[in-house]
Nanobody, 122 residues
Framework: QVHMVESGGGSVQAGGSLRLSCAAS?????MGWFRQAPGKEREGVAA????????YYADSVKGRFTISRDNAKNTLYLQMNSLKPEDTAMYYC??????????????????WGQGTQVTVSS
């Protein structure tokens, strides 16, 4: 049984920062963060491959968010700076066993966390 538990969400004012964490019960090749705002489809935010040298970001978060991982702890992080109201969403971590060219596709990920809410007020 694989477990993935997110933490670090909360409420913050625009311009503030939050750091999300996702603790997994085992290691994976690729780990990523997705988010879903009310009334919208879930979208890929960022992903990182096992070695940490390959990272991927949505255009909307480039330069503001940083994804990282600690393989010794099987933990994924998302440092979110300069937060905007449009970043408000439920954030989910996801894990993929194998490499895929399409990091944004939900179906490429095998396991998901339960989500953590991020709310940014203006």
């Amino acid at each position: 049984q694989v477990h993935m538990v997110e933490s670090g969400g909360g409420s913050v004012q625009a311009g503030g920062s939050l750091r999300l964490s996702c603790a997994a019960s085992r290691g994976f090749y690729r780990m990523g963060w997705f988010r879903q705002a009310p009334g919208k489809e879930r979208e890929g935010v960022a992903a990182i491959d096992r070695g940490g040298d390959s990272t991927y970001y949505a255009d909307s978060v480039k330069g503001r968010f940083t994804i990282s991982r600690d393989n010794a702890k099987n933990t994924l992080y998302l440092q979110m700076n300069s937060l905007k109201p449009e970043d408000t969403a439920m954030y989910y971590c996801a894990a993929a066993i194998f490499y895929s060219r399409e990091w944004r596709l939900e179906q490429e990920y095998n396991y998901w966390g339960q989500g953590t809410q991020v709310t940014v007020s203006s």
